[in-house]
C-alpha cells in the first residue's frame, strides 16, 4: 500500500472491539498501529473500504475508553499477502480522547528515544 498517511503511526498492541456503524453489532480487534489520523486494525472480519466504523479500546493507564469515528480506507483479506485487517482513516474523535491518544503516542516516542 502506498504511503498517503498524513500522520506517522506506531506499532502497538491493544484490544478492543469495533462496529459498523449500520450495525450494533461489536467485533473483536487488535490495534497494530495507531497515529493522530488513523490506525490499522487486525481482525479476522475487517470492513469493506468505505464502511463508517467505531472504534473502542482502552488506552494502557486509562480508565474510560476511547471512542473513534472512522471510515476504512484498504483491508487486507488475503494471509499470504500480510495481516488480516484494515487501515482505518480517524473521521471524528471527542477532544478528550485525541488528546489520550497524543499523551499516549507522546509516551510512546520518549519511550522510544530515550529508553524510558
Same mark, same amino acid.
Given at each position: 500500500m502506498p504511503e498517503n498517511r498524513g500522520h506517522k503511526r506506531y506499532n502497538i498492541?491493544?484490544?478492543g472491539v469495533f462496529s459498523k456503524d449500520i450495525d450494533l453489532e461489536q467485533t473483536d480487534?487488535?490495534?497494530?498501529?495507531?497515529g493522530i489520523g488513523g490506525a490499522f486494525i487486525k481482525t479476522d472480519k475487517?470492513? *469493506?473500504p468505505g464502511t463508517s466504523v467505531t472504534l473502542r479500546f482502552y488506552l494502557p493507564g486509562r480508565d474510560i475508553p476511547v471512542s473513534v469515528s472512522g471510515e476504512v480506507a484498504w483491508w487486507q483479506t488475503d494471509p499470504a499477502k500480510g495481516s488480516v485487517g484494515m487501515? *482505518?482513516?480517524?473521521?471524528a474523535v471527542q477532544e478528550a480522547d485525541l488528546e489520550a491518544i497524543k499523551k499516549y503516542i507522546e509516551g510512546l516516542?520518549?519511550?522510544?528515544?530515550?529508553?524510558?
Open positions: 498492541r491493544i484490544y480487534m487488535m490495534l497494530a498501529n495507531l475487517p470492513a *469493506v487501515g *482505518v482513516k480517524f473521521t516516542v520518549a519511550a522510544d528515544l530515550f529508553g524510558e
